[in-house]
């Protein structure tokens, strides 16, 4: 038996998620069946973290074990053309030890969100990020998300359907930059609540366009109320984009 480290990019629109699930396809679906028809065996996946429907990766980190005699190269040729034409890659393929874990050994993980701030309609980012038509000011959004950073309650950023036992988490960053008309918030934590990031995300957006006050996000969090919430932004905009591990 051989585990290997899988590293997965993908575009979201045509998935219900990354988990496999009854009601829609999804990523893990998708892969979990390029397996089988390479190996023969009803491999599981297990991965670094779960997208909702819509969000994408430019890296997610996965393992799986497989009794067959394979190389990584193979095992990552073989999948990126049973793939196809489904907007899945594996990008990288290697063996990694017995007790190495996708998920349980992950000590960070990092997100991006793209704003598209114009009122231009999307073409080559339609669906792939959040179009904002009124002018934000990305500084007051850096300076509000500041208040975010640290070990806090999210119980006002939390999925009503979130499954994690406690509130807090400790968020070790949450940057906003522009780059034109984009504006991309990082976000990097040891772990995120079911739509933290989108939630944090939609009332960060609140303050650039002068609806919400930094205190106003204040708050919000302080209030560890769901109802508190803002906004919760749209999936498009959101990539996972690295596991980190020791």
Not at 60 to 84: K, Y
Not at 88 to 112: K, N, P, T
Not at 209 to 235: I, K, S, Y
Request: proline share 4%; aromatic share 8%; net charge neutral.
């Amino acid at each position: 038996m051989t585990r290997f480290r899988l590293t997965v990019e993908f575009d979201g629109r045509p998935f219900m998620g990354w988990q496999r699930q009854a009601h829609g396809p999804s990523v893990q679906q998708a892969i979990e069946g390029a397996l089988f028809q390479i190996t023969g065996e009803e491999a599981v996946l297990h991965a670094a973290g779960r997208t909702d429907a819509g969000v994408h990766a430019r890296a997610m980190t996965a393992h799986v074990d497989i009794s067959r005699p394979i190389t990584a190269f193979r095992l990552s040729e073989g999948l990126n053309a049973l793939l196809r034409p489904l907007p899945v890659a594996i990008l990288a393929a290697e063996e990694v030890a017995d007790g190495w874990h996708a998920r349980f050994s992950c000590i960070g993980r990092r997100y991006i969100y793209r704003i598209v701030n114009r009122r231009a309609p999307l073409t080559l980012d339609a669906g792939q990020a959040w179009q904002v038509k009124m002018p934000l000011d990305e500084n007051a959004m850096h300076e509000a998300a500041q208040i975010l950073v640290g070990k806090h309650d999210f119980t006002t950023f939390r999925s009503a359907h979130c499954q994690s036992e406690s509130p807090l988490k400790t968020l070790d960053r949450l940057e906003v930059r522009r780059t034109g008309d984009v504006i991309e918030i990082e976000a990097a934590a040891r772990s995120f609540l079911h739509h933290q990031v989108r939630s944090m995300v939609g009332c960060v957006e609140m303050v650039g366009r002068g609806q919400w006050t930094a205190d106003d996000l204040h708050n919000a969090l302080e209030a560890r109320n769901r109802a508190a919430l803002g906004f919760n932004a749209p999936p498009d905009g959101l990539y996972f984009v690295e596991a980190v591990y020791p």
